[in-house]
């Protein structure tokens, strides 16, 4: 599972676990409107390469979107998805947007 902070990118791939990858770049984000501006976080599985070398990122699960003023709802909710998939749960929205 994905950890907070701006750039939140699984540190260890584990087979069949989930994750989350999507990001902004809070310091491009500066402008007067900034408050305005939405993202959106991707959760996925890990899931074999075909070559059998490595893991790979299945498509994606449920997409979490929220502003880029309030990114750790989005992310806070990412994880909270990850853990809930993890457990065996089945999610059954694809895009979830957070307030």
């Not at 990001?23 to 075909?50: E, M």
């Not at 003023?69 to 979830?96: F, H, M, T, V, W």
Request: proline share 6%; charged share 20%.
């Amino acid at each position: 599972m994905a950890t907070a902070s701006s750039n939140p990118q699984a540190p260890t791939p584990i087979l069949g676990g989930h994750s989350f990858d999507g990001a902004y770049t809070p310091d491009s984000v500066s402008s007067p409107w900034a408050s305005q501006i939405g993202f959106s976080v991707g959760v996925f599985q890990w899931v074999p390469k075909s070559s059998g070398k490595g893991l790979k990122k299945s498509a994606v699960k449920v997409r979490v979107k929220g502003w880029v003023r309030d990114a750790e709802k989005a992310y806070a909710k990412a994880r909270e998805l990850c853990l809930r998939l993890d457990a065996g749960e089945s999610i059954s929205q694809k895009s979830i947007t957070v307030s």
